[in-house]
């Protein structure tokens, strides 16, 4: 069973820890840190993507990105509608970080699993008669 320090004990800790300067001034510090962290940006990352951000980041050409928008792997939003209905030109696609995070976690590689290497039984030959008497 763990020791437990009385009531009293602990509160009169907890007060010695709020006298000493340099216990003040960390607390004071980490409170101040928190305070940052609650109000820094949370990522510098841009939410929307262009084909060429894309092609750049995950280091692969901008037409296999277009292959990927085209075949419906990586969702895109189409801000130039042609008015004949046909293809839309390339370079006005824009895509969502949520969209190439979904893309990625559903195109990772799961390693195999271990399987130890299987011995090889060992082959005998046939026994051959000795004619020479070795």
Request: aromatic letters at 8%.
């Amino acid at each position: 069973m763990a020791h437990q320090t009385p009531y009293r004990e602990r509160n009169q800790n907890r007060a010695s820890i709020y006298r000493c300067s340099v216990c003040k001034d960390l607390l004071t510090n980490l409170g101040r840190f928190f305070d940052m962290l609650k109000t820094a940006p949370r990522s510098n990352r841009p939410e929307w993507l262009t084909v060429d951000d894309i092609a750049q980041e995950l280091k692969i050409s901008k037409s296999i990105v277009y292959r990927l928008i085209r075949n419906g792997e990586l969702e895109a939003v189409d801000l130039v509608v042609s008015e004949d209905g046909g293809l839309p030109q390339k370079g006005h696609y824009r895509i969502k970080r949520s969209a190439l995070d979904r893309y990625l976690e559903a195109k990772k590689v799961k390693p195999p699993s271990y399987q130890p290497p299987r011995r090889a039984s060992s082959q005998r030959f046939p026994k051959v008669k000795n004619h020479l008497g070795l």
